[in-house]
Structure formats: C-alpha cells, structure tokens
C-alpha cells in the first residue's frame, strides 16, 4: 500500500480512535471543566495513544461492542507504524481499499474471513 494511501486511513483510524476516547472521558470526568478536557484532548491527540491493554480496561465505560472497536483501532494503528497496514493477517494479501474503505480496521482480506467464520 502506497504511504499517501495508508495515511488517509491513519487519519480516519484517529479520528474514530479520538471520537471513542472522548467519549469515554466525558464518561469518566463530568464535573471537569471545559479547559481540562481540550488538555486531555490535546495529550491524546500526541503519539502516546492507548495501548491496546488500556483500551481492554476501558470496557467497563465505554461498553463490550466500543472497547473491541477501540482494540481493534490500536491494532490497525500499529500495523499502519510498522507498515503491514493493509495486508491480509493470514494470507499476507494486499486487502482491497475498497474493503478498508468500508471497516479501516480489517485485519484479513475477503475470503480468510469468510473462511473464519
Ligand atoms: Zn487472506
């Protein structure tokens, strides 16, 4: 996958990433202030993110279906750093833009997943 290409879906991955954090810390801190949370939203914003562990502990607040999607973002993040962004899990297949359009966090490409099913 070309970089300008894997960047389009870094930054799509983030966004989503940055919408459930948020969401979870206006869960967590609702007598916080306004100026507090832009900080956090700032910090979280950086190349700290959740680890996928941390994301596991946020289950709890965030709910099962929202903690998984969040795991799974970590994990596309991380293949997108060391660049297996895009590539079937169990076949090592180039996975269509069209499919990462549709779910950015898909791991295997169309037929693995079928058969994992
Ligand atoms: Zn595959």
């Known amino acids: 996958m070309n970089k300008t290409v894997s960047d389009t879906f870094e930054t799509q ?3 989503r990433r940055d919408e459930l954090t948020e969401r979870l810390h206006r869960h967590r801190g609702g007598a916080r202030g306004r100026a507090e949370a832009a900080a956090d939203k700032r910090e979280q914003a950086g190349e700290a993110g959740l680890t996928p562990d941390d994301a596991f502990d946020l289950g709890g607040a965030l709910g099962e279906r929202e903690a998984a999607e969040l795991q799974a973002i970590e994990r596309a993040l991380q293949r997108v750093a060391d660049g297996s962004y895009g590539l ?7 996975i269509p833009a069209a499919r990462l359009h549709a779910q ?3 791991e295997r490409c169309v037929s693995c997943q079928a058969a994992a099913e």
């Open 13 to 15: 991955l983030r966004a």
């Open 88 to 94: 079937c899990l169990q076949c090592g297949a180039a």
């Open 104 to 106: 950015p966090t898909a």
